[in-house]
């Protein structure tokens, strides 16, 4: 199981880091990151595989929701069932 993250706001030093942290305390093994900063602008997008987390997916999200709201960023933490729903054509 596999579920995605993203991360937009004014770039900081240590979003990654921060955000990667709290998938590793929850042993969401992150698969692949892409990143951006534009002007002072950062975006992210980050894969995770979530079929060994330590705990619930809500959780997990609930934590990199307040996150974001302590340091001003959007981050939105979403299963990979719900993402490819949305996409299909």
Request: hydrophobic letters at 45%.
């Amino acid at each position: 199981m596999k579920a995605v993250i993203t991360v937009i706001g004014k770039d900081t030093v240590g979003i990654l880091a921060k955000v990667s942290s709290i998938c590793a305390e929850y042993n969401a093994n992150v698969t692949d990151v892409t990143q951006s900063v534009m002007q002072d602008m950062f975006a992210m997008i980050m894969m995770i595989d979530i079929s060994g987390m330590n705990t619930d997916f809500v959780v997990l999200g609930d934590r990199l929701t307040e996150l974001g709201n302590s340091l001003g960023l959007s981050i939105h933490t979403m299963h990979q069932d719900i993402f490819n729903s949305m996409h299909r054509i």
